[in-house]
């Protein structure tokens, strides 16, 4: 980080119109490197609501912000290879995605609130679309980069101590009554440093080189924790189109790496 100039630089994700092409010319702009690009931003689950893009609030956060953003600044993370080191990018979803039993992609577009029934069916369905995302853009990269994704564990966050989700959180018994973890879950509660130890492994563990698509959980590699439909290749390739087209740009990364798409990418720059 020595040599980092970026500093922080608060972005709102929801308006996916609005700020995100904007967030992510300011990253194209860095004069350093970027090497790893962590999708870690994910919206409380809270009531059914819709952004001003017209899409819910959770789906706009969690996946179509950073799909767009992750797409617009992926010409400079693939022009920081060097080689000796392959740039990666990682999608935090969760366990929660196998909580779905598969995410419609075809409500994503025009999203109503019958189709949800609690605050949390958003957010499963959101990790759902983090797991496929990994699996079609580690499909379309073949390596130039490396793409993972991961669930960190049960961490009692920023997610878990914002005042507007916890009755709902009390409600599905994962706070208890005075607002602190529940420790009676089946599932064990890390602390902070805990919870981010995965994604440390994931953005710079050298054993992960030739594992790019992979879910991380726990530290490791596991493919029994991921539900087979945020893994099945055809439904990855249907969200991704899904998703270009909501965001009303396609990205095609086959020319990312030879002098024709390095030409082709100075071009769309100019304009
Ligand atoms: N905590 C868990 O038990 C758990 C379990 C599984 C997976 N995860 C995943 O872990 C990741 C990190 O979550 P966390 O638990 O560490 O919660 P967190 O501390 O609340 O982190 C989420 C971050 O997302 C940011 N954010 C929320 N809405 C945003 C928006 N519209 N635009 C831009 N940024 C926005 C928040 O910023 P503000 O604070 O400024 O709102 C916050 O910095 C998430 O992807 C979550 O789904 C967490």
Redesign the pocket.
Known sequence: MQNCCSGLR?????FVAKYVPKAAAEVNAYPEPLHILI??????PAKFSVTEDGLERQM???HI?PFLFTNLVLPKIVASRTPSLTPRVIF?????HAFTPGLDISTLAQPTPEKYKTVFEP?ND??SA?VLTTVELASRLKGKVNVYTL??????????S?PGSLADLQEYKILDADGQPNKDLPYEWKT?SE?AATTVVAAFDPGLSDKSGAYLRDCQVTKDDVAPHSTDPERASQLWKATEKIVGQSFDFRLFGTPFGAQLQSLVSQH
């Open positions: 608060p972005c709102t994700l929801r999708n870690n931003a994910a919206a409380t706009a956060t969690n912000g935090i979803s969760s366990d929660a957010y959101t990790k983090n669930h960190p564990g049960l961490i009692y966050s920023g997610l878990m914002k902070v919870g």
